[in-house]
Nanobody
Framework: VQLVESGGGLVQVGGSLRLSCAASGFTFDTYAITWFRQAPGKEREGVACIVNSDGNTYYADSVKGRFTISSDYANDTVTLQMNNLKPEDTAIYYC???????????????????WGEGTQVTVSS
């Protein structure tokens, strides 16, 4: 099983980034894929989730209206489009996968079975 994130970088306030998570080694269509992030000195937190089995998506309140999560089922890739970035979005972003059916009250809870190595996002002011 492998999850490989890409697309992180340095961007100015108000800018955009597009993160990708390439998945392999499991049945992509049946998993929930979630982006988490962890800023220095803070706990890891859920950002956005897509449940590939039913297409439902969930977002943290702090990113609603700015971030969009989507799945490319042909290429087993999940994308996180991040717009109007703020300094508080600075963190290492991880994608994670789990076979359980995640809901609005559980998508951000641990554990998740598989994790990527993470990609750094830095928003400068």
């Amino acid at each position: 099983v492998q999850l490989v994130e890409s697309g992180g970088g340095l961007v100015q306030v108000g800018g955009s980034l597009r993160l990708s998570c390439a998945a392999s080694g499991f049945t992509f269509d049946t998993y929930a894929i979630t982006w988490f992030r962890q800023a220095p000195g803070k706990e890891r937190e859920g950002v956005a989730c897509i449940v590939n089995s039913d297409g439902n998506t969930y977002y943290a309140d702090s990113v609603k209206g700015r971030f969009t999560i989507s799945s490319d089922y042909a290429n087993d890739t999940v994308t996180l489009q991040m717009n109007n970035l703020k300094p508080e979005d600075t963190a290492i972003y991880y994608c994670a996968a789990d076979p359980s059916k995640r809901t609005t009250s559980s998508w951000y809870l641990f554990p998740y079975d598989y994790w990527g190595e993470g990609t750094q996002v830095t928003v400068s002011s």
